[in-house]
């Protein structure tokens, strides 16, 4: 499973969990709370007519059964009234609260209702305790298993001097109330299925954006085991190098610390691969040396001697050649950006270059015509012309004696071309990978394979690119420079 899924379906567990014991105790709570406020007000209620009846009661006229009393028209009164009310969002449309009154006995001489009176409520737990002196107060059901049809009674006494004389109670069906517990716990589920809904949503997005986080860290974690433009031999195959995600609190810590472990393992790989790279390409002038120096020791004829001597000295030129590349390679692989003072002039760069390696072409009997529109633009000058002396050189090598070398010029772009033999097909794509070299018209491998590396680590520098091409005869190298200015 994954990690997103993984904390989502905890977010859920934990909140459902959280919702449905909160949900629980609400509801399991509202209807005891809506019971109690409505004992509350039956108890004020009874104690506070109660009062009012007493005079009754001490008259006799309670006794007397009918509208004989006062105050058995007045409740009379108040029972036969309508009334159209709202209290709060529970419509009201009936008076539903039932008063009845006993004497000392227990027997009924006032019922609102008109149904009881006359009864024996004396054995009722509400009256019986209320004529003991204690606080009486019953829930009956009208139908055994229908509790929706229980009523509650609260009873109050009523003093005729000092003395309880008989009990007045006041009753209201649970009915009455039901329609404020119903609605109250239908805002209660309501709000639990909104609270779960806007859990959700926060849920998914906090796990989306953690998520989201944590993809780009591991992106760049995998950015850590690609080459990079320091590791890689070509540098065209490399993935280019990516800046440490920005992140809030730790996460971006850890994204810092994967940045500091990336520059220290590009460090640590780029000394290896330079150490294999080095040791391999040493091996065959070192050898040459060696043997060429084992031989000097005999005694050899003057010819044989020059030769082998020749031989020591071209081969440490070889290797002097091959540090100075490296080194020139090695500090372009770690540079971050240019250097440019003022716009820098194709044409300008390109005949430097050309005066640089005039003397070696006309040594092979070679001519290098230039020919094209100038242009201008944000480019290192220095970098510019060792990117044409290498490309030129190239072409030197591999140009027979007494062709031309054509360098076109265009807006933002260098060609050079040679009528050599040119590359194979097969081998097109790897020119520019590190120490990689192709066989010379002579048949030697007497380059040290890091020119057109150097040349394609100096057009990433300025974001610009190199393209081979076929020329039929000959190569065609174009350096791409991007828009001049």
Same mark, same amino acid.
């Given at each position: 499973?994954?990690?997103?899924?993984?904390?989502?379906?905890?977010?859920?567990?934990?909140?459902?969990?959280?919702?449905?014991?909160?949900?629980?105790?609400?509801?399991?709570?509202?209807?005891?709370?809506?019971?109690?406020?409505?004992?509350?007000? @039956?108890?004020?209620?009874?104690?506070?007519?109660?009062?009012?009846?007493?005079?009754?009661?001490?008259? #006799?006229?309670?006794?007397?059964?009918?509208?004989?009393?006062?105050?058995?028209?007045?409740?009379?009164?108040?029972?036969?009234?309508?009334?159209?009310?709202?209290?709060?969002?529970?419509?009201?449309?009936?008076?539903?609260?039932?008063?009845?009154?006993?004497?000392?006995?227990?027997?009924?001489?006032?019922?609102?209702?008109?149904?009881?009176?006359?009864?024996?409520?004396?054995?009722?737990?509400?009256?019986?305790?209320?004529?003991?002196?204690?606080?009486?107060?019953?829930?009956?059901?009208?139908?055994?298993?229908?509790?929706?049809?229980?009523?509650?009674?609260?009873?109050?006494?009523?003093?005729?001097?000092?003395?309880?004389?008989?009990?007045?109670?006041?009753?209201?069906?649970?009915?009455?109330?039901?329609?404020?517990?119903?609605?109250?716990?239908?805002?209660?589920?309501?709000?639990?299925?909104?609270? @779960?809904?806007?859990?959700?949503?926060?849920?998914?997005?906090?796990?989306?954006?953690?998520?989201?986080?944590?993809?780009?860290?591991?992106?760049?974690?995998?950015?850590?085991?690609? =080459?990079?433009?320091?590791?890689?031999?070509?540098?065209?195959?490399?993935?280019?190098? @990516?800046?440490?995600?920005?992140? =809030?609190?730790?996460?971006?810590?850890?994204?810092?610390?994967?940045?500091?472990?990336?520059?220290?393992?590009?460090?640590?790989?780029?000394?290896?691969?330079?150490?294999?790279?080095?040791?391999?390409?040493?091996?065959?002038?070192?050898?040459?040396?060696?043997?060429?120096?084992? $031989? $000097?020791?005999?005694?050899?004829?003057?010819?044989?001697?020059?030769?082998?001597?020749?031989?020591?000295?071209?081969?440490?030129?070889?290797?002097?050649?091959?540090?100075?590349?490296?080194?020139?390679?090695?500090?372009?692989?770690?540079?971050?950006?240019?250097?440019?003072?003022?716009?820098?002039?194709?044409?300008?760069?390109?005949?430097?270059?050309?005066?640089?390696? #005039?003397?070696?072409?006309?040594?092979?009997?070679?001519?290098?015509?230039?020919?094209?529109?100038?242009?201008?633009?944000?480019?290192?000058?220095?970098?510019?012309?060792?990117?044409?002396?290498?490309?030129?050189?190239?072409?030197?090598?591999?140009?027979?004696?007494?062709?031309?070398?054509?360098?076109?010029?265009?807006?933002?772009?260098?060609?050079?071309?040679?009528?050599?033999?040119?590359?194979?097909?097969?081998?097109?794509?790897?020119?520019?990978?590190?120490?990689?070299?192709?066989?010379?018209?002579?048949?030697?491998?007497?380059?040290?394979?890091?020119? @057109?590396?150097?040349?394609?680590?100096?057009?990433?520098?300025?974001?610009?690119?190199?393209?081979?091409?076929?020329?039929?005869?000959?190569?065609?190298?174009?350096?791409?420079?991007?828009?001049?200015?």
């Amino acid at each position: 499973m994954h990690l997103g899924l993984r904390l989502l379906f905890a977010f859920f567990v934990i909140n459902g969990l959280a919702a449905f014991f909160v949900l629980r105790v609400f509801m399991v709570e509202v209807k005891p709370s809506v019971r109690k406020v409505t004992e509350d007000t @039956l108890v004020e209620t009874a104690y506070a007519l109660a009062a009012v009846a007493s005079d009754d009661l001490t008259d #006799g006229s309670l006794q007397q059964g009918g509208d004989a009393s006062r105050f058995a028209r007045q409740m009379r009164a108040y029972a036969g009234q309508s009334v159209q009310v709202w209290i709060w969002d529970a419509r009201k449309t009936r008076l539903d609260m039932r008063i009845t009154v006993t004497d000392a006995q227990g027997r009924v001489l006032f019922d609102s209702a008109g149904t009881d009176q006359g009864a024996d409520y004396s054995r009722w737990r509400d009256v019986y305790r209320t004529l003991r002196g204690e606080y009486g107060a019953r829930t009956t059901r009208e139908v055994q298993y229908d509790e929706a049809s229980s009523v509650m009674y609260v009873s109050a006494p009523i003093l005729v001097d000092g003395h309880i004389a008989g009990v007045l109670t006041a009753s209201k069906p649970a009915r009455s109330v039901q329609q404020i517990i119903d609605s109250a716990e239908s805002k209660m589920l309501r709000g639990g299925l909104l609270f @779960l809904l806007l859990s959700a949503g926060v849920g998914f997005a906090v796990t989306w954006w953690l998520v989201l986080h944590v993809r780009r860290l591991r992106n760049y974690a995998q950015q850590v085991q690609a =080459p990079t433009l320091n590791e890689a031999a070509s540098p065209v195959s490399a993935a280019p190098r @990516l800046q440490a995600p920005s992140m =809030p609190g730790e996460l971006g810590e850890l994204a810092r610390a994967m940045e500091n472990m990336r520059g220290r393992l590009e460090g640590r790989d780029y000394i290896e691969g330079y150490v294999r790279a080095l040791t391999h390409e040493l091996k065959s002038p070192v050898a040459a040396i060696r043997g060429a120096g084992e $031989l $000097l020791q005999d005694d050899l004829p003057p010819a044989d001697r020059t030769v082998f001597a020749r031989q020591v000295v071209d081969q440490c030129q070889r290797l002097q050649n091959l540090v100075d590349q490296l080194l020139r390679l090695s500090q372009l692989e770690q540079r971050r950006g240019l250097h440019v003072p003022a716009p820098c002039s194709l044409r300008a760069c390109t005949e430097l270059a050309m005066r640089q390696l #005039g003397d070696t072409a006309r040594q092979r009997h070679l001519q290098m015509r230039l020919h094209g529109q100038d242009s201008s633009g944000p480019w290192e000058q220095d970098l510019v012309v060792l990117a044409l002396s290498n490309l030129l050189s190239n072409a030197i090598d591999f140009a027979p004696e007494g062709s031309t070398i054509e360098v076109d010029l265009a807006p933002g772009r260098v060609s050079v071309r040679d009528h050599g033999p040119g590359v194979p097909d097969a081998l097109l794509g790897r020119l520019g990978e590190r120490f990689f070299t192709t066989p010379r018209p002579n048949g030697e491998r007497s380059g040290t394979g890091l020119g @057109l590396s150097i040349v394609l680590r100096i057009m990433l520098l300025h974001g610009g690119s190199m393209q081979v091409a076929h020329a039929c005869p000959g190569l065609r190298v174009t350096l791409d420079w991007g828009r001049p200015a």
